[in-house]
């Protein structure tokens, strides 16, 4: 295990260590793109295979095998998902290990929601499922302690030597204080007290967001999300996210997540992760802005 300056730098050793112009690469869709971008700016050649919302967010099993080509070095998945907080089905992974173990791609699975999820039920990892698997977590998202940035991998012994002498390079460790007090939250009986928080707000603050996103009528569409304190939402309205968001943050002080970020326009990922009281305070903010631009 290597500890790092957030998930962030987990993925970019990772990727740091594992590919090289030429490499072939598989990617979950839509995405946070961090390894979408990264991977090509080390020359390998990225290719996703997509969750559909007509599918309730699953991806397709013939579009995972032909997306994990024979000669793929790399797949890449991030389960509970952003930015549609769906998790994938047990048919899904199945998939994506099979195919992975049959072409001999390494596969590295973005853990960093898992225990996040609204049932209280924690997502299986992939970790010890296949003998080429690499998680990557941290503090960010289910801890719901980004200031700290505490992040982590988890890979074979060889692989993780390796991302950290590539470690040496980038930030060479965490800061101490964030060190320790990382150690403080994942202690045994905290850890558990930290988690159980972050669903209690998720489950709380979910069907007021629900509530809200429903006045408006069959402006959006969405598919509840089953972890993390995020929400992606279709829209209607041809007006594009990048310009909606864009006017939400500058006349109403409220930030959004535009879809073309995650390369699916039209859609807005919404954050309901705030205390109760704020976030009412921000969708009141936020739906003053659509109606306005909605109606333009």
């Known amino acids: 295990m290597l500890v790092t300056t957030g998930s962030a730098e987990a993925n970019f050793v990772a990727c740091w260590r594992l590919l090289e112009p030429g490499d072939k690469v598989a990617m979950l869709l839509p995405s946070y793109l961090q390894i979408w971008g990264q991977a090509q700016n080390l020359g390998a050649q990225v290719r996703g295979f997509d969750l559909h919302a007509g599918n309730g967010w699953e991806p397709f099993p013939e579009e995972i095998r032909a997306a994990i080509a024979p000669g793929t070095k790399l797949v890449v998945v991030t389960n509970p998902h952003n930015p549609t907080g769906h998790i994938l089905s047990d048919d899904a992974r199945r998939v994506i290990l099979e195919r992975s173990r049959e072409v001999g791609a390494w596969l590295l699975a973005d853990e960093v929601y898992a225990g996040a999820e609204l049932n209280g039920k924690t997502t299986p990892s992939f970790w010890g499922s ?74 709380a603050n979910y069907p007021v967001f629900e509530q809200w996103l429903k006045r408006f009528g069959d402006t959006f569409s969405w598919h509840p999300p089953q972890a993390g304190a995020i929400c992606l939402v279709k829209y209607r309205q041809g007006v594009g996210a990048l310009d909606v968001v864009e006017r939400i943050r500058a006349q109403h002080s409220v930030l959004l997540v535009p879809g073309e970020h995650f390369g699916v326009p039209q859609h807005i990922r919404f954050g309901y992760g705030n205390e109760l009281s704020e976030l009412q305070a921000a969708l009141a903010e936020t739906e003053l802005g659509l109606k306005r631009i909605f109606t333009d």
Do not use: F, M, Q
């Open 130 to 203: 296949y003998d080429k698997v690499i998680c990557v977590s941290g503090l960010s998202k289910a801890y719901g302690l980004p200031g700290l940035r505490i992040g982590w991998l988890v890979a074979p012994p060889e692989v993780t030597a390796e991302s950290w002498a590539r470690h040496d390079y980038t930030t060479i460790g965490p800061a101490g204080a964030s060190d320790h007090l990382a150690g403080v939250a994942l202690a045994p009986g905290v850890r558990e007290k930290i988690i159980e928080r972050t669903r209690r707000i998720l489950n």
